[in-house]
C-alpha cells in the first residue's frame, strides 16, 4: 500500500509540474507597472511579466505602421485614472513616453499587434482594462494568424475574455467603438491531463491488486 501511495503522489506531482511548464501568462499591466514606455515596431521583448516567451510588438493606425505599441503604467505619465496594459501611442517623447500622454489606449482606427515568435501560442484567456466611463459593451476587431491563415472577428470585450482563439502565430486587437488596453493573454493547460490521470491510478491499482493475488 505504501507503494501504491507513493507511486500516486508521483503520478500527481508529474501531472502538475507539467501543466505548469505548459500554461503562460503574458501580463502586460505588470510589464509596463513602473516601466511605462512605447517600443518600435519589430521590437522583440522576453521578460518574467510576458510569460518567459519572445514576444514581437508592432502597431498602427488604420493599415499604416504608424504608432508605436505602448505600456501603459498606472503610475507612469498617462492620463489620470488610465488602466495599466498594452496599448498604443503615436508620438513618443525622448524618453519613449506618450505624448500627448492620454494617447496611450488603443483607439479610433488603431491596432497593436503581439506575434508569438519562438512557436504558435494556444491563446486560451484574454482580458482587457478600459478607461474610465467607457461603455462595458464595446465592440473590438481581433484579427489572427497560423500558418498564413488569417481569421477575422468583432466581438464584445466580454464575449473576447472568455473565447478560445487556439494556437496562432499573431494576434491583433483592433479598436472599434470602444477605448481599450489588453490586460493579459493566458495559455490554459488543456483538460487531458485529468484523463492522464485517471488512467495512471486505475493501471496503478490493477497492479497493486494483481500482486496481492
Not at 484523463?195 to 486505475?202: E, Y
Amino acid at each position: 500500500m505504501k507503494k501504491l501511495t507513493i507511486a500516486t503522489a508521483a503520478v500527481f506531482a508529474a501531472l502538475f509540474a507539467a501543466s505548469s511548464a505548459s500554461a503562460k501568462l503574458i501580463n502586460f499591466a505588470a510589464e509596463a507597472t513602473g516601466n511605462e514606455r512605447g517600443v518600435a515596431d519589430g521590437t522583440i521583448l522576453n521578460t518574467a511579466a510576458l510569460g518567459g516567451i519572445n514576444l514581437e510588438f508592432s502597431a498602427g493606425i488604420g493599415g499604416a505602421s504608424r504608432d508605436f505599441a505602448y505600456f501603459n503604467s498606472p503610475t507612469g505619465t498617462g492620463q489620470p485614472g488610465a488602466p495599466a496594459g498594452l496599448g498604443t501611442c503615436t508620438r513618443l517623447d525622448a524618453a519613449a513616453q506618450c505624448t500627448p500622454s492620454y494617447d496611450d489606449v488603443v483607439s479610433t482606427n488603431e491596432w497593436v499587434q503581439v506575434g508569438f515568435v519562438d512557436a504558435p501560442f494556444k491563446v486560451a484567456q484574454l482580458a482587457f482594462n478600459q478607461p474610465t466611463g467607457d461603455l462595458p459593451s464595446g465592440l473590438l476587431k481581433i484579427t489572427t494568424s497560423l500558418n498564413s491563415i488569417v481569421s477575422v472577428v468583432t466581438m464584445s470585450i466580454a464575449q473576447a475574455s472568455s473565447t478560445n482563439f487556439g494556437f496562432v502565430d499573431w494576434i491583433r486587437f483592433e479598436f472599434v467603438d470602444t477605448e481599450f488596453v489588453v490586460a493579459s493573454i493566458s495559455n490554459v493547460p488543456v483538460p487531458g491531463a485529468l484523463t492522464l490521470l485517471l488512467s495512471g491510478l486505475a493501471g496503478l491499482g490493477f497492479a497493486a491488486r494483481r500482486k496481492k493475488a
